[in-house]
């Protein structure tokens, strides 16, 4: 780590011990986002790390981001999360964006006075993204949008909503991006979910019912360019939640060696169990391997080279093994670890959907076999 990387992560472990910690197991039972501490990121100059400076973002590297999530993550996956899909939106505007949109919306984005959420999914249409149905229909001066987004992080409290819809034809070509605002006529948040993990994080549907978006939302000025900007901004968001769930295991696996170092049965540490040892000298090497995936993906990004596979497998090893190693922490607490004395239930709980968001680990797979084949046709 450099000393920018050092003093940055330093700053945020003081943050997050003080503002958000104290607060996660009182706010996971109660299903409570706190928008202050994400607004206290923006404080610490983290909402926009990889945006240009003239949009008021740090113009730092990916692999900047992925420490500063990483870090994050050791106290709450959902606020990490957060940060990763505002921040994937305002990589999508700032690339496929014009110049009006990005001096419009990004600069409130970098701040942390507003946050963002990305618009893919629908009941019919999750791992086949392409198959979404959400119309805009043109009418004079913009579109008219018809149609709800599920499972939409932070809906409620989001300002804009990149939102994928059909303007055109069947498949992918027939998608554009808008960006909708939330006082936008015919704009509303639905049922918001109840969910396994992630309870700090609001997950909600968003609908639109003859909702008017003026030409001007229109990403980029052009029709038909929806699909590739979400697909291009998911390849880095894979990456980030790689970070996330590598954050996590390093916060489950000091929590689990630190009781097995106190936790004493048949008059030993069971640290010394070889079973144990065997049990954490897994957890950390395959956590290690993990990093190492998500921080060449993210030099590789840093370095303009495109590589969705490199993307999709830093996603799936490092969530893969966030749920194994969540899991195994569980294990090594024994009966306690299953109660919520300890937050090792909830890193487990955790933990699960980061194996489904950002396009489950089944799709991850397939990107990854999809690229083997043109390698090796
Ligand atoms: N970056 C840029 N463009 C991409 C891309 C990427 N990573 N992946 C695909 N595209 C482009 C393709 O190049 C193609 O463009 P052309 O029509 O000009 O050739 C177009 O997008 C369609 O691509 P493709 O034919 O591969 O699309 P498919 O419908 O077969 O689906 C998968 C591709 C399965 C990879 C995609 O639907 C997917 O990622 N699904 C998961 C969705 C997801 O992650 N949802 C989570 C939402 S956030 S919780």
Known sequence: MNELQTELKNQLKKYCLDKIEPFMEEDDEKNRFRPEIYRGFGDYGICGIPLPEKFGGAELTYQDFILVLHEIAKYSVPYAVTLSVSTMVQNILNEFGTEAQKQKYLPALTSGEEIASFCLSESHSGSDAASLKTQA????????????????????????????????????????????????????????????????????????????????????????????????????????????????????????????????????????????????????????????????????YDNKIKNSKLCAMAKLKATDTAMKITTDAVQILGGVGYTSEYPLERYMRDAKVLQIVEGTNQIQRVVIARELKKEFN
């Open 137 to 300: 229909k043109k009418t004079k001066g913009g579109y008219i949008l018809n149609g709800s987004k599920l499972w939409i992080s932070t809906a409620g409290y989001s300002k804009t909503y990149l939102v994928m819809a059909r303007t055109g034809g069947e498949g992918s070509s027939g998608v554009s991006a808008f960006i909708v605002r939330d006082d936008m006529k015919g704009f509303s948040v639905g049922k918001k979910e109840k969910k396994m993990g992630w309870r700090t994080s609001a997950t909600a549907e968003v609908i639109f019912e003859n909702c008017f978006v003026p030409e001007e939302n229109l990403l980029g000025g052009t029709e038909g360019t929806g699909f590739k900007a979400a697909m291009s901004g998911l390849d880095r968001g894979r990456i980030t939640i790689g970070a996330i769930a590598c954050g996590l295991s390093e916060r489950a696996i000091e929590e689990s060696i630190q009781y097995a170092l106190e936790r004493k049965q048949f008059n030993q540490a069971i640290f010394d169990f070889q079973g144990l040892q065997f049990m954490m000298a897994d957890m950390a090497t395959e956590n290690t391997a993990s990093w190492l995936l998500v921080k060449e993906a993210a030099e590789q």
